[in-house]
């Protein structure tokens, strides 16, 4: 479980191969992650990735294809900045919102705004993830928790504050680009609900 609150970027140094997946490798001597142990998880760009080969630099992850596939992390290549939050641990502060890493599809930035010193992103999202969407609820976009400020039909915007446009991998993104979206877990168990209520 995470809290979408990004505690470093790190980089991609390294990517293998390996049938259809790969192995990446992860550079974040920020985060001492020698003090991690191998095989616990953590959120890069959003998705719950297990740790390995751990050592004081950074650490490694296995892909398989389908993350490959249904997330942005097929399209990172060497040198690539990713968030990084390592998972909650008991008694740590609830930051952002309960987030758990499992991305539910990919959405586009439409648009990018300034207002004052902020920014505006616009982006638009699957069909089937809008509903999921509301305004003052809460969204993961590449493992950053952000507030809803609008949503019309398929599309949604968050307004962007300078320290998040400086921390995170956010301030790099321009129109076109696709970012990991995970939607709010409360809402998707309560649309859940609802459908199971309906067919009682």
């Known amino acids: 479980m995470f809290t979408g609150i990004v505690q470093a970027q790190g980089r991609v140094s390294a990517r293998v191969q390996r049938g259809g997946g790969c192995r990446m490798r992860i550079d974040c001597a920020e985060l001492q992650p020698h003090r991690w142990h191998e095989g616990d998880s953590v959120a890069v760009a959003g998705c719950c990735l297990t740790v390995l ?10 892909l398989s294809a389908e993350t490959l596939t249904r997330t942005s992390l097929g399209q ?12 909650l641990a008991a008694g740590d502060r609830l930051g952002g919102h309960l987030v758990t890493g499992h991305v539910d599809g990919l959405a586009e930035v439409v648009s990018i705004q300034p207002s004052g010193e902020s920014r505006i992103f616009r982006f638009r999202v699957p069909g089937d993830l809008a509903r ?14 952000l507030t809803v400020n609008a949503v019309d039909d ?10 998040t446009l400086k921390v995170t991998t956010l301030g790099r993104l321009d129109a076109g680009a696709v970012v990991n979206l995970e939607v709010d877990l409360v809402a998707r168990y309560l649309d859940r609900l609802v459908e199971m209520r309906g067919k009682a």
Do not use: Y
Not at 53 to 62: P, T, V
């Open 53 to 62: 080969d751990l050592d004081e630099d950074g650490f490694s992850a296995d």
């Open 76 to 87: 990172l290549r060497e040198g690539d900045p990713v968030n990084l939050e390592p998972a």
């Open 132 to 145: 999921f969407v509301a305004e003052k609820g809460s969204v993961t976009l590449d493992g950053v928790s």
């Open 154 to 163: 398929d599309a949604f915007e968050v307004n962007l504050i300078p320290h």
